[in-house]
């Protein structure tokens, strides 16, 4: 069936260097992307967003990147700090008309900062 | 900043009892979620309510699985007769509109027993 997954479960990078999350997915219909942010014991966090007619978009110290040609998304973090140190999901939902769409999430991959 | 508040944090419950989870979503918001979190696995969408009638539902949202918005507040998922696979985060999620960026309660655990 249809399905998001990330690329690896696990990324460590040194405090102040870029992160970059991968993410696949198989749905041609996805319309819409998230990103966002577990901490432990909480709930996902909204990162940032994007829809499937652009290809970059960029917030505060995030950008995501869509290639719809091979249905892959990325989460860039420039400058990573102690407090990005999280599970990070990507979700998408494809466009249906108004209706109140489920997100289908990928697996997680764990970001670790190193100081 | 408004957000999602979801009761109890952590729920105990015996096979086979009923549960009620309650959540009360951003108070502008028309769009309503409940999700689950089996420990270690990604996030998997359950219900989405809209207008007072479910909008889409997955599988896993069986004949025991109701929803409700009771009042002009509160949103609730019940279970009827828990099973032991039922233990699992549940997280409520709510957004303004359609296919914008939903946000998420920090979850009720349940533990069946």
């Known amino acids: 069936g249809e399905s998001v997954g990330l690329h690896l479960p696990t990324l460590s990078v040194q405090e102040g260097d870029n992160s970059i999350i991968n993410c696949a997915y198989s749905?041609?219909?996805?319309?819409?992307f998230i990103w966002y942010k577990q901490e432990s014991g909480k709930g996902p966090q909204f990162i940032i967003d994007i829809r499937s007619n652009m290809d970059k978009r960029q917030g505060q110290r995030v950008t995501v990147l869509l290639n719809k040609t091979v249905k892959h998304l990325s989460l860039q973090i420039a400058a990573t700090q102690p407090g990005d140190s999280a599970v990070y999901f990507c979700?998408?939902?494809?466009?249906?008309?108004?209706?109140?769409?489920?997100?289908?999430f990928g697996k997680g991959t764990h970001l670790i900062i190193q100081p | 900043e408004p957000e999602v508040t979801q009761t109890p944090s952590h729920q105990v419950t015996q096979m086979g009892q009923e549960v009620i989870l309650r959540c009360v979503p951003i108070s502008n918001h028309l769009y309503f979620y409940w999700y689950r979190q089996i420990l270690g696995q990604k996030v998997e969408f359950l219900v989405s309510f809209y207008n007072n009638e479910i909008s889409e539902k997955s599988e896993i949202f069986d004949d025991q699985f109701s929803v409700e918005r009771p009042d002009g507040s509160n949103f609730t998922l019940k279970i009827r007769s828990t099973k032991l696979e039922d233990s699992a985060m549940y997280f409520c999620?709510?957004?303004?509109?359609?296919?914008?960026?939903?946000?998420f309660g920090d979850g009720t655990r349940l533990s069946i027993l």
């Open positions: 979700a998408e939902t494809p466009y249906s008309g108004g209706g109140a769409d489920g997100l289908t």
């Open positions: 999620a709510s957004s303004k509109w359609a296919n914008q960026p939903q946000h």
């Open positions: 749905n041609s219909a996805s319309d819409y």
